[in-house]
């Protein structure tokens, strides 16, 4: 693609010089009988589709054969097509799948349904519908299914991953409480210990002073005297 490509303005039928939605010309070559055209997943870039509903849009539009070169970068067109034909036929697409039939901006999100395919403006809030009849809106609305079915398969995984991995927090804060209940209650039993350590049990078990207490506890009493024998 050429450095110096020139820049037009996406909504053909907007002549103004400072509208802000440009995309960049054809840029194309002519070889025997096929077209090429080198900067089509620039264009594609620009205005923010998939480069494969282009080259479905060209073999349709001019009823050949179309096919991407992925070594090259360039899409081949069966026949000999003239860069203002190309522009003539890249303007059709633009007029019926990316500018807003309300308030033509390129400002539209497909929206593809079980039995056809919408289409929402961003813009101005328009919304309006394809009919599966037409070949390329069979094509874009089974592309963006498809899209649209990946996205929510992944946003599933990263919330399933993301629940997993909150329950692996949530079981390693609960071990750390357990740990830290269990360090607490060592604790408790350790001062305990050490306040008992501090008791010295001086209870002398001679035999004069076993029976110097049993004469304190029985007294005169002779029917305990004889029990404790």
């Known amino acids: 693609m050429s450095r110096n490509a020139k820049l037009v303005n996406i ?13 960049h010309e ?8 096929i077209t090429y055209i080198t900067n ?19 073999g349709q539009d001019f009823n050949t054969m179309s096919k991407f070169n992925s070594d090259t970068n360039e899409l081949q067109i069966n026949g000999i097509h003239s860069s203002d034909l190309l522009e003539k036929s890249l303007n059709r697409f633009i007029d019926q ?12 999100d497909y929206l593809p349904k079980k039995n056809y395919l919408g289409a929402s403006c961003s813009s101005c809030g328009h919304r309006h519908r394809h009919s599966l009849t037409n070949k390329l ?7 963006e299914l498809a ?33 830290n209940v269990e360090q607490e209650e ?3 039993i350790d001062e305990l210990l050490g306040e008992s350590s501090d008791f010295e049990w001086n209870l002398d078990v001679s035999n004069e002073k076993v029976s110097a207490r049993r004469k304190e506890v029985v007294g005169e009493n002779k029917f305990l005297d004889d029990l404790l024998q």
């Open 26 to 33: 054809i840029e194309s070559r002519n070889k025997f009988s």
């Open 11 to 23: 909504f053909c039928g907007n002549n103004d010089p400072f509208f802000r939605y440009k995309r």
């Open 137 to 143: 809106t069979k094509f874009i609305h089974q592309h």
């Open 40 to 58: 089509l997943k620039q264009i594609a870039k620009d205005l923010n589709v998939s480069h494969l509903y282009l080259i479905k849009h060209f």
């Open 186 to 188: 060592q604790l408790s």
């Open 147 to 179: 899209n649209k079915n990946n996205s929510t398969s992944t946003k599933k995984k990263n919330k399933e991953s993301k629940n997993d991995k909150n329950d692996v927090l949530n079981k390693k804060d609960e071990n750390k409480v357990k740990r």
């Open 97 to 108: 799948y990316i500018i807003c039939f309300n308030c033509h901006l390129p400002e539209v």
